[in-house]
């Protein structure tokens, strides 16, 4: 079992930034694929960016503006956002995968507006 929180979300203006922050407590190992997702209202939750192994994946979207990285001696995932758009604004999801399963977090509201 894998135990996931994110915390960060708020209100923020367009070219804002803001740090996302999901600790991850369990079965948590090195070897695990962790990301971030979002989902806006009325549409399917797409990735953002994954973290495995030292690589890191962007969405066409985010890069260059967001950035993913991971504490492992914390089990903690963050993501790094800047630049931030009205069209970032979505319930964002912290996601842990491995051979044991698919976790997701409750999800963290990013809400971009001025």
């Known amino acids: 079992q894998v135990q996931l929180v994110e915390s960060g979300g708020g209100l923020v203006q367009p070219g804002g930034s803001l740090i996302l922050t999901c600790a991850a407590s369990?079965?948590?190992?090195?070897?695990?694929?962790m990301g971030w997702y979002r989902q806006a209202p009325g549409k399917q939750r797409e990735l953002v960016a994954t973290t495995s192994g030292g690589r890191t994946n962007y969405a066409d979207s985010v890069k260059g503006r967001f950035a993913i990285s991971r504490d492992h001696a914390k089990n903690t995932l963050y993501l790094q956002m800047n630049s931030l758009k009205p069209e970032d604004t979505a319930v964002y999801y912290c996601?842990?995968?491995?051979?044991?399963?698919?976790?997701w977090g409750q999800g963290t509201q990013v809400t971009v507006s001025s």
């Open positions: 996601n842990s995968r491995s051979s044991g399963g698919i976790y």
């Open positions: 369990g079965n948590i190992f090195a070897t695990n694929t």
